[in-house]
């Protein structure tokens, strides 16, 4: 690992809460928007806040429409480049999971100065540069600031047919759930942090967490793919709730479907669980029916926060087979049929 200077903190002592562990609650965030007034939609905005959605999008004209979106965050890991590629990578994932191909993107930077070395910092954005040649798209600006923690991410914008845009509303009943990435990044995050992760843990954290969603635009194309979003800092519980009720039904989960990466039970078991975990659960766990069997380390699992996380699909069942074509072909082999769609009034029920 490309680590800073001995005379330098580690990056993720820098960090309150690293990644998308870092997200504000969203029972809390939904009571800071509560009476947000906003200004009259124009018809040309085909995506905005109203379920809460991936990114926004812009129609152009009748064959274009622009996807823009950011995110940024704190340290997950104490690697410099590592940092800017995961950052980046997360924030590019947004733009796919409407469906969309990237143009290019601008840097969001803020950097204790007199705490980090230039040699530190250039290797945060070097990782950034990194996610964006592998996006094939070019980063054409952006803004630093000198701040108490260090903080690094994108805006991210991206182009796509308005006909093909996928929301995370849109799941029908009888529909299958398909999720491209295995879980539990934040796990690993917080078992590093204490040093307990080891050097084959630390390479599939990597791994899962630096691969491009780039399957979201084949995907998209799908007629049969209803919903699409990206599983983050909200766990898989809130980012299938967000699902559920944006599209008006209820969401079944397999839970014994749902790829893990390896040694990620044995972390949870051991207490290696990030707090943003917690407040996930007490944001939203009201809506979720665990079931018979379902224990603290499930719980844990199913509401640990996923930096630059996967791809969460619903497509019609004569289609699963080709979507999961799709996702092998973009190298999510470890993609599965994890749940589907029923009538109901949108929760999550764990069988």
């Not at 480049?81 to 930077?109: C, E, K």
Request: with cysteine; net charge negative; glycine share 14%.
């Amino acid at each position: 690992m490309d680590d800073p200077r001995p005379t330098e903190p580690r990056l993720t002592s820098l960090s309150h809460g690293g990644g998308c562990g870092c997200k504000i609650a969203p029972g809390v965030l939904t009571g800071l928007l509560r009476g947000t007034k906003m200004l009259p939609v124009p018809d040309e905005l085909l995506v905005g806040i109203e379920t809460s959605d991936d990114a926004a999008v812009y129609k152009l004209n009748d064959r274009q429409a622009l996807v823009a979106t950011t995110d940024f965050f704190m340290p997950i890991v104490d690697d410099p480049r590592h940092f800017g590629q995961i950052a980046a990578t997360n924030a590019i994932s947004d733009v796919y999971a409407m469906g969309a191909t990237p143009i290019m993107a601008l840097s969001l930077v803020g950097m204790p100065i007199n705490t980090l070395s230039p040699e530190t910092i250039s290797r945060i954005l070097e990782g950034g540069a990194m996610a964006c040649r592998d996006a094939g798209i070019p980063i054409a600006g952006g803004h630093t600031i000198d701040s108490v923690e260090a903080i690094y991410g994108l805006v991210a914008l991206g182009i796509i047919d308005p006909d093909h845009v996928k929301r995370n509303a849109g799941a029908r009943p009888g529909d299958l759930l398909i999720l491209g990435k295995p879980l539990g990044v934040g796990i690993m995050s917080a078992a590093l942090k204490k040093g307990a992760l080891d050097e084959a843990g630390y390479a599939r954290m990597i791994g899962a967490t630096t691969r491009l969603n780039s399957a979201g635009p084949d995907l998209a194309r799908l007629e049969a793919v209803r919903a699409m979003t990206d599983v983050t800092g909200f766990g898989l519980a809130g980012h299938m709730l967000e699902m559920a009720r944006g599209s008006g039904c209820d969401l079944v989960l397999d839970w014994s479907a749902v790829p893990l990466l390896d040694g990620v039970r044995d972390l949870a078991g051991a207490g290696y669980v990030t707090g943003a975990s917690g407040r996930n659960w007490a944001s939203y766990g009201a809506d979720v029916q665990l079931g018979e069997g379902v224990g603290d380390v499930d719980r844990a699992i199913l509401t640990d926060p996923q930096t630059s996380g996967g791809l969460l699909v619903a497509v019609a069942p004569k289609a699963a087979g080709e979507a999961l074509a799709i996702f092998a072909e973009h190298g999510f082999s470890e993609a599965a049929v994890i749940g589907h769609a029923e009538e109901g009034a949108g929760q999550l029920r764990l069988r």
